[in-house]
């Protein structure tokens, strides 16, 4: 009986032990909280073996990691085709099908998406194995960083130019000959490359297949294409900034009568401003086919994708109507979708009764440093009449002297209020809006109605200065002026400060409330006064740029001196 109740316990003991070994992967537990991240100790072939032979690469890293991120994380250039893995504990055995091309030089990224098992802690850097078939290894280089919020687990793609046409080279089709990935910092390298003209691309790959997905992945693009060869073995400082290509065409979303005359459109996005001036926009009874009048239209600022129509005649609570718009696109340009450009709708029977409402974005009773140059906008709930409005908003100082303003209407439904000359210092002001002469298309207004604002101007002693020079070296692509921009960090709402240069030079920030500042720069070459990121497909170059490298710390009454923006 003992003998069989041990061969029993044996034999459970035996089956726990073999259930453990086929749960699944496991690392080490216990000990202290792990913050090191996994690094590659071993690899077979050598780093820059020559004469290779081989069937499989070896990757040992220094402690289990998760597989799957792993295999994900593994990029041979040029492609050996499918791949296996095979492990043995932290031990990675990689086969390949395809053989070794002779006289070959061979690049094993591993990227930094790789975690460990304990605590998932990321690889700090991508890690590169070369070798070759032949005598020796190419020595060609090229190195950057990506600049964004989130710059660690970005693919760099690099395209071979040689004996291709660059016109018609798709990211999105092809894949890449060499592939790296982005560490924390952003910085990336491609290493052991051949002597040659190369393209590259910055791609937050989210399907993970090499390819470029518009509209799914962030890209970007550089300022043009590089050579390598034996005078220029690399190059540095290649900087990719991210944006998402939009290619989806705008269209409407909802159309909603607020009352008898007044309806509200929603778009499936922000659609230009000057394309809805210039769009063709109708309404027609669906049961007549009589064409409805539009006497005014409103793009609602700053949210653009919602605009207001106004009617000549009451619309008909028992009629259904038909709103078609042509002609319109998207901040970027792509054309209202046709298929759904026509949207139909019921009447109503409800009249407009309320006076509109207004604010002062950014300006609220009792405000303190409200900027020198600071331009105010009187934003109404609905469109107004836009009737001369002179004498409607006044500003006055301290000492009751009135402030000379010139006014302007935005829109129909935005009046902009901008001083002549910078305001005073700190200072108290007093605005001051009467609305009596004002009214709604539907003859809603105020009466006597007299609105106050007291605010205070910035307090230069609270404020510093920013002085430097730009300097771009490279008198090959030196078009379009140079844009600068100081933004203060941690301000709620974002705070900046941006002045144009014809071309390098010295630049001046003043007035800088007290804080840390980030200045960025770019040359304008398409005079579009924002940047611009370029385009994969077809390819079309980015703007050049440069992030100063350090945070600027700004003090009351001081000034940082010595900023030298440098172009590379």
Not at 98 to 117: C, F, I, M, P
Not at 126 to 153: H, Y
Not at 192 to 205: E, I, P, Q, S, T
Not at 361 to 373: F, M, T
Request: glycine share 8%; with cysteine.
């Amino acid at each position: 009986m003992i003998s069989k109740i041990f061969f029993s316990t044996a034999s459970l003991g035996l089956l726990a032990l073999l259930l453990l070994s086929c749960a699944g992967q496991m690392g080490p537990e216990g000990g202290p909280v792990d913050s090191i991240p996994p690094t590659i100790i071993h690899t077979e072939p050598d780093t820059n073996q020559v004469h290779v032979n081989t069937d499989q690469i070896v990757l040992e890293f220094s402690e289990y990691v998760d597989r799957r991120s792993a295999e994900e994380s593994i990029f041979i250039s040029p492609p050996l085709g499918e791949l296996e893995f095979d492990w043995s504990g932290p031990e990675l055995t990689i086969l390949f099908a395809d053989s070794l091309r002779a006289n070959k030089t061979y690049v094993v990224n591993v990227g930094t998406d790789v975690t460990d098992l304990r605590a998932r802690n990321r690889m700090a850097h991508g890690f590169s194995l070369a070798f070759a078939t032949g005598d020796s290894i190419d020595q060609g280089m090229l190195k950057g960083k990506v600049f964004d919020a989130k710059p660690e687990g970005v693919l760099i793609f690099g395209y071979s130019l040689n004996g291709i046409s660059s016109d018609t080279l798709d990211p999105g089709k092809l894949k890449p000959d060499y592939i790296t990935q982005t560490g924390k910092d952003g910085n990336w390298t491609l290493s052991n490359l051949a002597w040659g003209r190369y393209r590259l691309f910055a791609v937050r790959d989210e399907y993970r297949n090499l390819l470029y997905d518009k509209q799914i992945d962030q890209f970007g693009v550089t300022t043009g294409d590089f050579r390598i060869d034996s005078v220029r073995v690399g190059v540095n400082d290649i900087w990719f900034r991210l944006s998402q290509e939009d290619t989806a065409k705008p269209f409407v979303t909802r159309v909603q009568p607020l009352d008898q005359k007044r309806i509200q459109v929603s778009f499936s996005e922000p659609v230009d401003t000057v394309s809805f001036r210039r769009a063709d926009i109708s309404i027609q009874d669906t049961a007549t086919g009589a064409s409805i009048d539009i006497v005014l239209r409103s793009l609602d600022k700053p949210d653009s994708s919602v605009a207001t129509l106004l009617t000549v005649s009451r619309l008909d609570s028992a009629a259904g109507y038909r709103l078609i718009i042509r002609g319109l696109t998207d901040t970027v340009g792509n054309a209202i979708d046709t298929s759904h450009a026509g949207v139909t709708f019921g009447g109503t029977n409800m009249i407009d009764t309320l006076k509109p409402s207004f604010a002062v974005p950014g300006i609220r009773d009792s405000i303190r440093n409200v900027a020198l140059d600071q331009r105010f906008i009187l934003q109404f709930s609905e469109p107004v009449q836009p009737l001369p409005m002179n004498s409607a908003v006044e500003i006055r100082d301290s000492n009751r002297t009135l402030i000379a303003s010139a006014l302007s209407w935005q829109s129909a439904a935005n009046l902009r209020v901008t001083t002549r000359e910078p305001l005073v210092p700190n200072m108290r002001f007093e605005m001051r809006i009467v609305l009596d002469s004002l009214s709604d298309f539907s003859g809603n207004g105020y009466n006597d109605s007299v609105t106050v604002l007291r605010f205070w101007s910035l307090d230069l002693r609270t404020t510093g200065t920013i002085d430097g020079f730009v300097m771009d070296p490279d008198t090959t692509d030196d078009r379009g002026e140079i844009v600068l921009t100081a933004t203060q960090l941690y301000a709620s709402p974002p705070k900046t400060q941006s002045q144009r240069l014809k071309g390098p030079g010295d630049f001046h920030f003043e007035h800088l409330p007290e804080g840390r500042y980030l200045l960025d720069s770019f040359r304008d070459r398409d005079s579009s006064r924002t940047y611009s990121f370029g385009k994969p497909y077809p390819f079309v170059t980015s703007e050049r740029f440069v992030f100063f490298p350090d945070t600027l710390k700004v003090r009351a009454r001081w000034g940082v001196e010595g900023v030298n923006v440098i172009y590379k």
